[in-house]
Nanobody
Framework: QVQVVESGGGSVQAGGSLRLSCVAS?????????MAWFRQAPGKEREDVASISIASGNVRYVDSVKGRFTMSRDKAKNTLYLQMNSLKPEDTATYFCAAVRYQMSWGPCVTLPQYRYAYWGQGTQVTVSS
């Protein structure tokens, strides 16, 4: 079973930056893994932020973070990153990393719904003050 561990959260002022990291417990570079970042603000449902096909590098972002957040992966380090720039107070949330071994019958990796993701981290808190 794959374990994923997030880090890099913190408190910043609006306009600031943070980089989140997610380390997987096993090699993900050679197999068909999909990975994603989700976030959940207090009193709100968990929402997707960005998702990536580890094999191809294709990335999809939710509209609210396009142009501000950048997802990347380092296959050799089994690590997923989320660079967050121009942070806004509405980005305040607990950010979760998730992973799943992809199956082609599910459709495009970057459009997988939350319930497809089998492995979840504990989350890292991001707080943006105005």
């Amino acid at each position: 079973q794959v374990q994923v561990v997030e880090s890099g959260g913190g408190s910043v002022q609006a306009g600031g930056s943070l980089r989140l990291s997610c380390v997987a417990s096993e090699y993900i570079g050679g197999s068909g893994y999909c990975m994603a970042w989700f976030r959940q603000a207090p009193g709100k449902e968990r929402e997707d932020v960005a998702s990536i096909s580890i094999a191809s590098g294709n990335v999809r972002y939710v509209d609210s973070v396009k142009g501000r957040f950048t997802m990347s992966r380092d296959k050799a380090k089994n690590t997923l990153y989320l660079q967050m720039n121009s942070l806004k107070p509405e980005d305040t949330a607990t950010y979760f990393c998730a992973a799943v071994r992809y199956q082609m019958s599910w459709g495009p990796c970057v459009t997988l719904p939350q319930y497809r993701y089998a492995y979840w981290g504990q989350g890292t808190q991001v707080t943006v003050s105005s």
